[in-house]
């Protein structure tokens, strides 16, 4: 197993349980005690997790998994997910997409669907999100709007008034989120308060919202809120969200497409 190979199961594993010891993910991982040492050390360098006597825990309850290492959870999910937002897009639409690995799962479906591989602009897509802005840059077809701002390493996201600025001066038909958490009483919400109000800008900006998400996101809450349920027009989601929970969502205006 290679070293970001061995971090990112290091990293999930810390995510779904909060800590983890040295002889536990040894075990897990097959590598020696010594090696998982040397990881949590140079992970804790990076602060992506806190070094404890015998293991690691992770920061809080604001802890954010980079999205390069975000990439591998619930994916099969995540990709139907997006072939089925991609499918509510129409040609020739005004398309904002923000970060994440579900919307950028969204990006991939949108660049090879059929009916889109033209136009004058077959789609326009405004992004904070720098890489999805590479992977659709390739595409003549598809006009590319990227927001100024300061990166955020975590989640390749621009924030700040400098993207306010841009999105302050467009509209676009859809906004295509991706969240951290949806709850029917607190709303769509993210870990920073930066991106979620850049976020929200561009809901704010839209015509009709559609949020991204796992059933893993749905019932939970996180720090910083981006929209209320009732700025959200349709919830894209897996098959494995529980049926009272698709109830509320429904009840509070929402449509819910299972995939």
Same mark, same amino acid.
């Given at each position: 197993?290679? =070293? ?7 990293? /999930?594993?810390? @995510? /779904? #349980?909060? =800590?983890?010891? @040295? %002889?536990?993910?040894?075990? /897990? ?7 998982? #040492? &040397? ?37 099969? %999910?995540?990709?139907?997910?997006? $072939? ?6 129409? !040609? ?11 919307? $950028? %799962? ?9 009916? *889109?591989?033209?136009?004058? !602009? ?7 999100? *720098? ?8 595409? !003549? ?18 924030? +700040? ?9 467009? $509209? ?12 029917? $009483?607190? +709303?769509?919400?993210?870990?920073? /308060? ?5 976020? #929200?800008?561009?809901?704010? &900006? ?14 939970? =809450?996180?720090?910083? &809120? ?8 349709? *919830? ?10 698709? =109830?509320?969502? %429904? ?9």
């Amino acid at each position: 197993m290679s =070293r970001d190979a061995r971090w990112k199961a290091l990293l /999930e594993l810390l @995510v /779904e #349980r909060g =800590r983890l010891d @040295v %002889e536990q993910a040894a075990a /897990e991982l097959e590598v020696s005690a010594a090696t998982i #040492r &040397r990881d949590f050390d140079q992970l804790a360098e990076q602060q992506m997790l806190v070094r404890t006597r015998g293991g690691a825990v992770v920061h809080g309850v604001s802890y954010e998994l980079p999205l390069r290492y975000k990439t591998a959870r619930h994916a099969s %999910e995540k990709q139907r997910i997006a $072939t089925a937002v991609a499918g509510l897009i129409a !040609p020739g639409e005004a398309v904002g997409l923000t970060g994440g690995t579900t919307t $950028t %799962e969204v990006a991939r479906a949108l660049a090879v669907r059929g009916d *889109l591989t033209s136009g004058s !602009p077959a789609l326009t897509v405004v992004t904070n999100a *720098l890489n999805i802005a590479n992977e659709l840059a390739v595409r !003549p077809q598809f006009k590319i709007v990227v927001t100024g701002g300061v990166a955020r390493p975590q989640s390749y996201e621009l924030i +700040g008034p400098l993207a306010d600025g841009v999105l302050g001066q467009i $509209t676009v038909d859809v906004a295509v989120l991706g969240v951290v958490a949806l709850d029917v $009483t607190h +709303g769509a919400a993210a870990h920073d /308060e930066a991106e979620a109000a850049i976020n #929200r800008l561009l809901c704010e &900006r839209a015509e009709r919202v559609v949020v991204a998400a796992d059933s893993s996101k749905l019932g939970q =809450r996180a720090f910083a &809120r981006i929209c209320p349920v009732e700025s959200v027009d349709t *919830l894209v989601t897996d098959a494995a969200a529980g049926a009272e929970t698709v =109830r509320r969502f %429904e009840e509070a205006g929402v449509r819910v497409l299972l995939v």
